[in-house]
C-alpha cells in the first residue's frame, strides 16, 4: 500500500497544475512566454450588445477590467412613430462584475437632463440584460462607430 500514496500526491499535484490558474503559467518553462501571458490575462476585456425593438434602438460597450470593474457606456434612440416621440440619450455605467451579476452606477444624459441609477445587470458574454431589455452580443467596431456618428452631430 505504501507505494501508492506517492502515485496518487504525485497525480493530485500534476491535477492541480493543470486546472488551476493560467495553463501557460503553469506548464511553460519559458519564464518570458509565462510572463507575457499573465500580462495578457490583466489585459481589460471589451463585451458589446445590440437591442433594437419597436420603440428603441440601443448599443452598450462594457470594458472589464482589473478586480471586475466594469466601466461602459450606452447610446440610446428612443422612437415612438404613434406618439411621435424621438429622444437620443447617453449612459455611463460604473460598477462591479460578481459572477454573473453587475452591480452598476448608471449617469444617463437625455434631452438636457442628468440623471443618476443604481442598477443591477445580468451579465454573459452572449448577451446583458437590464430590467426587462436583453442585448444580444455585438461587434464592438459597429457600436464604437456609432457613438462617433452620434459625436459629430
Known amino acids: 500500500m505504501r507505494p501508492l500514496i506517492p502515485i496518487f500526491a ?3 499535484l500534476v491535477g492541480a497544475c493543470v ?3 493560467s495553463d501557460l503559467v503553469a506548464t511553460d518553462p519559458n519564464p518570458e512566454v509565462a510572463a507575457a501571458s499573465v500580462a495578457a490575462e490583466a489585459q481589460p476585456q471589451h463585451f458589446c450588445y445590440f437591442l433594437e425593438s419597436e420603440t ?3 448599443g452598450v460597450r462594457l470594458t472589464l477590467g482589473a478586480g471586475s470593474h466594469v466601466l461602459g457606456r450606452t447610446y440610446g434612440t428612443i422612437h415612438d412613430e404613434d406618439a411621435p416621440y424621438f429622444a437620443y ?3 455611463t455605467h460604473d460598477g462591479v462584475l460578481s459572477g454573473e451579476t453587475i452591480s452598476v452606477t448608471t449617469i444617463t444624459e437625455i434631452e438636457y437632463d442628468v440623471q443618476t441609477d443604481q442598477e443591477t445587470w445580468r ?3 452572449e ?3 437590464r430590467d426587462d431589455l436583453t442585448y444580444r452580443a455585438a461587434d464592438c467596431a459597429v457600436i464604437e462607430a456609432q457613438f462617433e456618428t ?4
Do not use: D, I, K
Open 10 to 12: 504525485m497525480s493530485f
Open 19 to 21: 486546472t488551476g490558474g
Open 56 to 58: 428603441l434602438t440601443s
Open 89 to 91: 440619450y447617453e449612459q
Open 123 to 125: 451579465f454573459s458574454p
Open 127 to 129: 448577451r446583458l440584460v
Open 150 to 153: 452620434e459625436n459629430e452631430n
